[in-house]
DNA sequence: AATGAATGAGGCTTCATTCAT
DNA sequence: GATGAATGAAGCCTCATTCAT
């Protein structure tokens, strides 16, 4: 009997977040959700109090991940030099990120993409801010060596943006995780040679 | 003189452009619509057949430019070689894709982020796929040179995604012709320097 | 000693009545009771057929109580003269009636006020019509002896609703059985005071 | 065409009226309304915001005369004698009450009695507290010179709902213009008998 | 051209009740 | 007895669209 009651819980969520995936938030039916797992959709009550609550409790352990990780890892260190800072990026992206794509692809998506509606709506812009702050601090010296303007604060925030969206493409494509740590490795490659070569 | 006829259906697209843009095609009503153009929502369906035609009336101009500019200079060329292409790439954003994003922010984010529920909804994937084919094709001599397996491939999809996505960043925070002229150099620069860097 | 069955029974019920009387029937949740008396939704079933003879099981037997009151003490009698008439009054209100309010309060309240949906949603009313009909038949002389219009029939209406309304205030501030005794005396004394004054 | 308009308007405020009377807010469903008034349930919409607005469009016009009435008339004075008081009772109630109860018993009716789950829901209690401080206050000095108990505090609290209670009867049996105040009249000089015989 | 009026479909949620275990 | 699981009906409301004027 437990084993039923969890049986059509697992139902009822992966057929939200495959919806919640595919149509986001908002146009996500509770209907389609209980047609998908084929229960009735007073049904879906008995397990989660409304559509938030089955929304969250799907998606608040990742995004939990995803505090904590960035709360670790870029919170806590100083001006770096040029190597140490492409070193720092390297680590940051190749692991920790890597976890989370391998194991919470989909809600990793729908966190950052399909989440308009819900309390994370913004969460992708303010991590791309947060991406490009960290970038803009620790290469400072270099930027001030060549021409500070804002050009180069903007384009900083292209490539804050384009590295969160480079991650979730390979979310999107999951194939395995080898494929995922080659190619996280090549995209760092990538964004290393072209800040750097922003500077020459 | 413009006729009044005229004015409230210029009135009508202006309301729904800035709608489609904030919310999206299903997210938009037709009643917040009419609203923001201040006229009955029935009178909409006096201009405009339904709610598609309205969509498509505003986006299928901007859909065709971007259409031709992408058959005229990616269609035709042969394989080229590394200085070459990254002319050509030069050549292309600087200019024509500079001009939608001075002449048509607004529908170029429309058509690429915000048109879920329409026959566009898949478009921006395409056009990734196409600029990832044809960057694969021109540097295909390169990859051969070093190491040719579908990794490469898939930086190669990231790239083509994070160029696009570039360029929309570039649409949704304009600010003037220059603004985005130079922005557009620096944005290519880096590139270069990536793609570059992933074959040494 | 009360067994497990009837200590769950008496839960049930006693949540039921709370809930009945701050909510009315209607209102009245099935959920909300069960989560009152900690037990789940479905067992209240096994010890009660349905909502309504929930209600009932707690309802009927003080609606028997006050049938039976009002048939003896109302249904016997022939015209009386006005002392008669009064001392009736003051015998059936300050003990049987003071008996139910102070036994039975909450229930009581329920049959008058909160039971719209069930079988005694109009009890109240037809209670008022009874003791209407009984005051204006024992003082029938009086009124003829003055002016025996309609008015004087919709005042002893009012009368008798303010009567028993008395009584209902007096249950639902119930403090404690002197309080009532007291309270029912003053009010007696202020009815027939106000009733008199009437005809004079 | 506005005439079209304005008689399905009325065909809702009616239909709402009645129900609203009937089961009280809560339970009124909008479906049964439009049943009523025999059009969709989708096009009360075009005629109210929602069920809040549609209640509060019907009820607080006649909520601020009861307002505006009572404010003008019991703020104002001093401790009273015996005879001035009642004199006030008398014209408070003959008059302006009185128009009230011609001009708006269903409306009436609903503020006091069926207007749970609004925010007039206490404001009968209010008001009853309201008349019975008056009372209290008014003739303290006869209180005084007799038994001060909170016995008396709460048959001064009875008094006052049944004057209430009086009141809304005549709403509720609504006949006629002269029948209301004659009833008026006789239920005024049975309060003050009844009052003044307490004392004695 | 312009509007108000009208509607059916669909969206989220609560409810009383039944059923299998 | 006790519970979780299941459901259909009903409740409020929004939406795109059509129709009559």
């Known amino acids: 009997m437990q084993l039923k009651k969890e049986k059509i819980k697992k139902r009822i969520e992966n ?5 919640f995936l595919e149509y986001g938030f908002t146009k996500t039916s509770m209907r389609n959700i209980a047609k998908k797992a084929k229960i009735s959709t007073s049904n879906i009550y008995n397990y989660f109090k409304n559509k938030d609550y089955l929304f969250y409790s799907l998606i608040d352990p990742v995004y939990n991940k995803i ?24 680590d940051v ?18 966190i950052m993409d399909r989440s308009e509606g819900t309390k994370y709506e913004n969460f992708k812009e303010k991590l791309v801010e947060t991406i490009e702050s960290h970038f803009t601090d620790s290469i400072v010296h270099e ?19 384009n590295l969160l969206e480079g991650l979730l493409e390979l979310a999107k494509h999951y194939k395995n995780e080898k494929w995922v740590d080659s190619n996280i490795e090549l995209l760092i490659k990538y964004h290393i040679k072209g800040i750097s070569g922003l500077f020459n």
Do not use: C, W, Y
Not at 93 to 110: M, Q, S, T, Y
Not at 149 to 161: R, S
């Open 15 to 19: 057929a939200a977040r495959e919806d």
């Open 93 to 110: 992206f190749a692991h920790p990120v890597g976890e989370i794509i391998k194991e919470n692809a989909k809600e990793l998506i729908i």
């Open 143 to 161: 930027m001030k060596a060549i021409d500070n303007d804002l050009n180069h604060k903007f384009v900083m925030h292209i490539i804050a943006n």
């Open 67 to 90: 505090k904590n990780l960035l709360l670790n890892l870029f919170d806590t260190e100083e001006n770096l030099g040029e190597n140490e800072f492409f070193k720092q990026i390297s």
